[in-house]
């Protein structure tokens, strides 16, 4: 189902999106010192730094596209869940520093609300507009 309005929504895939430039800015570009800081290997960091930057293409574009999709919207949910799994493997498989604990467990807790708000969204617009 599709609709032109839900401001709510809109909002959240935009700050999605912004989150996702900015980490992947940090973790791409300064895989070196965050692989220091973190313990984590460098090559891990600045790969999943890259995968960001369509993804935040795809939330931005979705933010501002005439009509929001909830199954699309979903989908970022599911990759938003995704990345929250894959970011508590990643203390498992690489136990980091202490400070690498903290940074992936922020960014994790971080990247869950969103998709919980994202979830929330979804159900909105699948809902149908509201009226005016």
């Known amino acids: 189902m599709t609709s032109p309005s839900f401001p709510f929504v809109r909002k959240i895939l935009a700050v999605d999106?912004?989150?996702?430039?900015?980490?992947?800015a940090l973790m791409?570009?300064?895989?070196?010192?965050?692989?220091q800081a973190t313990d984590l290997p460098q090559p891990l960091l600045f790969g999943a730094g890259l995968s960001l930057f369509p993804v935040a293409?795809?939330?931005?574009?979705m933010s501002?596209?005439?009509?929001?999709?909830?199954?699309?919207?979903?989908?970022?949910?599911?990759?938003?869940?995704?990345?929250?799994l894959a970011s508590l493997a990643v203390l498992v498989a690489?136990?980091?520093?202490p400070f690498g604990y903290v940074f992936v467990l922020a960014q994790a807790s971080a990247v869950a609300v969103l998709a919980w708000l994202e979830r929330r969204g979804a159900a909105?617009?699948?809902?149908?507009p509201v009226a005016a």
């Open 57 to 61: 293409a795809l939330f931005g574009w």
């Open 64 to 84: 501002r596209t005439r009509h929001l999709n909830a199954p699309l919207i979903n989908l970022a949910v599911v990759g938003n869940a995704a990345w929250v």
């Open 17 to 24: 999106a912004l989150t996702c430039v900015a980490a992947g």
């Open 124 to 128: 909105r617009v699948s809902a149908g």
């Open 94 to 97: 690489f136990p980091p520093t």
């Open 28 to 35: 791409s570009i300064g895989a070196g010192p965050l692989a």
